[in-house]
């Protein structure tokens, strides 16, 4: 009796000691996802980033970009990134359809109206076909600017630099030995004012690099995140860690 | 700036001018490589392919060896990847040996790479090497006047004694950095102009990339980039050209590239070669036309080789492991069924691009045309030919 008595007793603590065991650790499961993921999306928030890339390139790939959907996604995806204290981005879209029609990405900016506050939006001079079209938003003391380019306007540039440097060797005004890359570059306007692109996200298939200003990403950083309809915050925010962690040697 | 490549008036005899490559190849590749690279052939294949051989010096620290002995096993592979692509039918290869930054590199490191360049470059002219065997051509670019007297003296020697080798064409990138590249053709343009041989209106897109000296002519323009060591930059590499080809970063760093590794990068580009057609339809630039479609006997070949296989493996399985029929049945069948998927997938792929291409080549081709005539007058298409042809005449050195 006695002994069967204790054997029971055992069982049942050995029951409840395995019991008790599972809950901690199923309660740990549960905490640390639930903590992971509070921290990911706190960090986001706060725009934690030790060092957001000071110009990002998205390249939109063909038949990402069908309906006023997709560009509310891209929407998100640019108010992402401004939240995270980005404030220079350029989309070059392969289809050429965006920059067709920026005032769908601005109207659609426009609707999110969350990151963007205090910001007003307004858009820049389009009329002059010398301009790459650009979206600038002022703020208090901020300012973000996007443009929408095509992945043609890069090589574009490039040649109508060539075609200004020629006239001006042709007229005598400069002799072509002068020719350098710091000359070249002064004469290439879709970029002037902005740093060349640290970080390109490619929203496209993975082995097309897709053409964003092909002179100013010498060492720009790639980044291939799937398609622009499963773009999420916190796979922005992983790309944004990814990047964070290159060291470029520049050559040495 | 300087030339960037620099001009060569060739004066050999016609003897020693001829193609060192006509015979037949020996790649030194095992059969079971040979077979593979088969397989791999059926896809649309890239004709030109740019190499960034990252990853010599982190090979040489995880061997615990000499940096410099890196270098040299990285050369190695150089060679070996040069046998691939004659094998594969690769027509040209381009390479970033040595950037313009690298200079700002150690001088020790500068001095052995400079040194093992030049050995290299002596070795390119036996007979015995892979450059003689294979008949390529070699072309060193770049900005040659930061180089030393002997070593640039050497380069000139390959480019010379390589001339008349025209199976394949393996272009090396040293000092040199793309942006540099571009401004060199821009400067070759202006001076076109000065000397009233163009118009600035003439300049277009094409002619531009004409002037480049990474696109030699006869040479298709690049298809594919391969960047070793799991980088994801190009380092200012063919910044031009990337915007119309597909770009490969890999893991391996370059000394561990191996065939198997290489074909899968290729399998990769066959995946994504629908999309660059895409792109490239777009484009307005004629290229020629960039991927053949599979040809008959490679597939016959592929059928043969799966039908064999296919019976050596149902001989396999009845004799050691002791199958069953309705086993090996099984096993045939589905051998096959992958056999025939691939094909048929290979041949869905090169099939609507060869046509769209070829379309679009010739539309764009008239377009070009047509919009150069109304721009600038049949004089000034005739201005750029007579420009092209002295350029042509100027790069075969």
Same mark, same amino acid.
């Not at chain 1, 001079?125 to 790459?132: R, T, W």
């Not at chain 1, 298939?205 to 053409?211: F, S, V, Y």
């Given at each position: 009796m006695m002994r069967g008595v204790v054997s029971f007793l055992l069982w049942a603590v050995r029951l409840s000691l395995l019991r008790g065991m599972h809950t901690v650790y199923l309660l740990h499961m549960v905490l640390s996802s639930w903590y992971t993921h509070a921290q990911l999306l706190l960090s986001c928030r706060v725009a934690s980033l030790r060092r957001p890339p000071s110009h990002l390139g998205l390249v939109i790939g063909e038949g990402e970009v069908r309906d006023t959907h997709d560009v509310l996604q891209l929407a998100k995806l640019i108010n992402w990134c401004i939240g995270m204290g980005m404030r220079r981005i350029t989309v070059c879209d392969m289809n050429g359809e965006l920059a067709a029609t920026p005032r769908s990405v601005h109207n659609a900016l426009r609707s999110l109206n969350v990151a963007l506050l205090p910001l007003e939006a307004k858009l820049a001079? +389009? %009329? %002059?076909?010398? %301009? #790459?079209l650009a979206i600038t938003i002022h703020g208090e003391g901020d300012v973000f600017v996007l443009r929408l380019i095509t992945l043609q306007t890069g090589r574009d540039d490039i040649v109508c630099a060539a075609r200004r440097l020629c006239a001006k060797v042709a007229n005598g005004e400069l002799p072509p030995n002068a020719i350098d890359e710091a000359v070249v570059e002064q004469q290439l306007l879709v970029n002037s004012g902005f740093p060349d692109p640290e970080l390109v996200l490619q929203f496209? #298939?993975? +082995? +097309? +690099? !897709? !053409? *964003? *200003?092909p002179w100013h990403c010498s060492v720009t950083q790639y980044s291939h995140i799937g398609r622009l309809c499963n773009a999420s915050q916190r796979k922005l925010y992983q790309a944004l860690r990814e990047f964070e962690g290159v060291v470029q040697r520049h050559g040495r | 700036m300087a030339d960037g490549e620099e001009t060569l008036v060739v004066s050999a005899e016609p003897s020693e001018r001829t193609d060192r490559g006509q015979g037949t190849i020996d790649t030194q590749l095992g059969w079971l490589q040979r077979q593979f690279c088969r397989v791999v052939e059926t896809g649309p294949m890239p004709k030109h392919i740019g190499f960034i051989m990252d990853g010599n010096r982190r090979f040489a620290r995880e061997q615990g060896v000499e940096v410099a002995e890196g270098h040299r096993l990285g050369y190695g592979k150089l060679e070996e990847a040069l046998r691939w692509c004659c094998e594969l039918g690769v027509k040209a290869v381009t390479v970033y040996a040595f950037s313009i930054q690298n200079f700002q590199r150690s001088c020790e490191e500068v001095g052995a790479l400079m040194a093992l360049c030049e050995e290299k470059l002596r070795h390119m002219c036996g007979e015995d090497s892979v450059i003689q065997q294979q008949g390529v051509r070699v072309r060193v670019v770049g900005d040659l006047s930061l180089v030393s007297q002997p070593l640039r003296q050497q380069m000139h020697a390959v480019m010379r004694d390589t001339q008349g080798n025209s199976r394949h064409v393996l272009t090396i990138c040293f000092s040199y950095t793309s942006r540099n590249e571009i401004a060199a053709a821009v400067q070759k343009l202006g001076t076109a102009c000065l000397e009233q041989k163009l118009l600035p209106g003439d300049i277009r897109e094409e002619l531009l990339e004409r002037c480049l000296y990474t696109c030699p002519p006869g040479c298709p323009p690049v298809d594919l980039i391969v960047r070793t060591s799991g980088e994801k930059r190009l380092s200012d590499f063919l910044l031009w050209q990337s915007s119309k080809c597909c770009v490969v970063f890999t893991q391996v760093l370059w000394p561990e590239l191996s065939l198997y590794r290489f074909l899968c990068v290729l399998v990769q580009f066959q995946r994504h070669q629908p999309a660059l057609s895409s792109l490239l339809r777009r484009s307005t630039p004629p290229h020629e036309e960039p991927f053949p479609s599979p040809r008959a006997s490679t597939a016959v070949y592929l059928l043969l080789f799966a039908l064999l296989t296919a019976v050596f493996l149902a001989i396999g399985a009845r004799v050691h492991a002791g199958w069953s029929f309705e086993g090996i049945g099984f096993l045939l069948g589905a051998w096959l069924s992958l056999v025939g998927y691939l094909l048929l997938q290979h041949s869905r792929a090169a099939s609507p691009s060869l046509k769209g291409d070829g379309g679009a080549r010739e539309l764009s081709a008239t377009k070009y045309r047509q919009f150069h005539s109304a721009a600038t007058g049949d004089a000034g298409a005739q201005r750029v030919r007579d420009f092209v042809a002295e350029l042509n005449i100027d790069k075969r050195l």
């Open positions: 001079d +389009l %009329s %002059s076909p010398d %301009s #790459p496209c #298939p993975r +082995l +097309l +690099l !897709g !053409g *964003l *200003l | -």
